[in-house]
Nanobody, 120 residues
Framework: VKLVESGGGLVQEGGSLRLSCAAS????????AAWFRQAPGKDREFVAA????????YYAPSVKGRFTISRDNDQNSVYLQMNNLQPEDTAVYYC??????????????WGQGTQVTVSS
């Protein structure tokens, strides 16, 4: 199983980025997919998730209204559209997948991460 993130980079405050995560080696449509992030010196934190059964989405309060998670099961991919980025969004972003039909359960698989840096 492999999850590969892409789309990170350097953006100015108020800008946008779209992260992608391509999954292989698993039947993606039966996994809840999520994005997490870890800023320097901080713990990894939940960002957003898409439940596999009904595609219900969940967001951390800090990103709600600015970030949108979506998935394409045919492409075995999950995306994170990030708008109005702020310097506090600077972090390494990871995608993850769990066989549970909920977002607050242990995750089975993780990507290697992609760096997002927001300059002020």
């Amino acid at each position: 199983v492999k999850l590969v993130e892409s789309g990170g980079g350097l953006v100015q405050e108020g800008g946008s980025l779209r992260l992608s995560c391509a999954a292989s080696g698993l039947v993606f449509k039966i996994y809840t997919a999520a994005w997490f992030r870890q800023a320097p010196g901080k713990d990894r934190e939940f960002v957003a998730a898409s439940r596999y059964r009904d595609r219900k989405t969940y967001y951390a309060p800090s990103v709600k209204g600015r970030f949108t998670i979506s998935r394409d099961n045919d492409q075995n991919s999950v995306y994170l559209q990030m708008n109005n980025l702020q310097p506090e969004d600077t972090a390494v972003y990871y995608c993850a997948a769990t066989g549970y039909n909920d977002y607050d359960r242990p995750y089975d698989y993780w990507g290697q991460g992609t760096q997002v840096t927001v300059s002020s």
